[in-house]
């Protein structure tokens, strides 16, 4: 997978949107960037994905540079059930569909 | 709707038993099939992915075996457990895009 970088931990107030960012620097053109969350003790839940534009769904927003050497994964008002590991993902169009979760960045929704 | 069932949830096993541990998918065909596994404090894993009946690739060498002798159906097993072979094991599938659904997971102690 194109190597990626999340600081290892966040914090976030209650309310407030939480800005997740991750670098990407030698991500090739045709990769796409995948976002997981893991909260505790259960499997990790897809969040979003996307190539070159802006990406929006129900659970956040995801925005790519326009070099799309990094992106930052929106959570327009955290709440405290949004505690989890969050991870950035770039996998290989060769990949098989095969996933390769790194550390990730803790995020800790605080009241 | 598709879900994803693993068993058993949690399970204590001596060092030197074997195991297995179930993972069946409803409401699709012919999915790929994914084993994970998560030690304590550390990232996940991918240990073996399948993409059809009797199809096995392995990413970690190990006492680990996985097999798919239905289409729905990856089993995961060993044949005398190690300390190592502790933790949260996850299966997970998906139709050929690299968004993955998991399953609730299995926690298993090796004493």
């Known amino acids: 997978d194109a190597k990626t970088t999340q600081p290892p931990s966040m914090d976030c107030a209650e309310g407030r949107a939480a800005n997740l960012p991750c670098n990407h620097s030698t991500i090739s053109g045709n990769e796409y960037v995948y976002w997981y969350r893991q909260i505790h003790s259960q499997g990790p839940q897809y969040i979003i994905h996307?190539?070159?534009n802006n990406e929006t769904n129900e659970m956040a927003s995801l925005i790519i540079t326009e070099d799309r050497k990094s992106s930052t994964l929106i959570l327009p008002h955290a709440t405290l059930r949004d505690t989890a590991v969050y991870y950035c993902i770039v996998p290989p169009r060769n990949a098989g569909n095969m996933l390769t979760f790194g550390g990730g960045t803790r995020l800790m929704v605080k009241p | 709707s598709q879900t994803i069932h693993q068993w058993p949830a949690t399970l204590v096993q001596p060092v030197g038993s074997p195991l297995s541990l179930e993972c069946t998918v409803e409401?699709?065909?012919?999915?790929?099939l994914y084993w994970y596994r998560q030690a304590a404090g550390r990232g996940l894993q991918l240990l073996f992915y399948?993409?059809?009946?009797?199809?096995i690739s392995s990413e970690v060498p190990q006492n680990l075996s996985a097999s798919r002798p239905q289409d729905r159906q990856f089993i995961l097993s060993s044949k005398k457990l190690l300390l190592s072979d502790s933790g949260f094991y996850l299966c997970?599938?998906?139709?050929?895009?690299?968004?993955?659904?998991f399953g609730a997971g299995s926690r298993l102690t090796v004493l």
């Open positions: 996307g190539l070159k």
């Open positions: 997970a599938w998906t139709l050929g895009a690299n968004v993955l659904t």
């Open positions: 399948s993409v059809g009946i009797g199809q």
């Open positions: 409401g699709t065909s012919n999915p790929n």
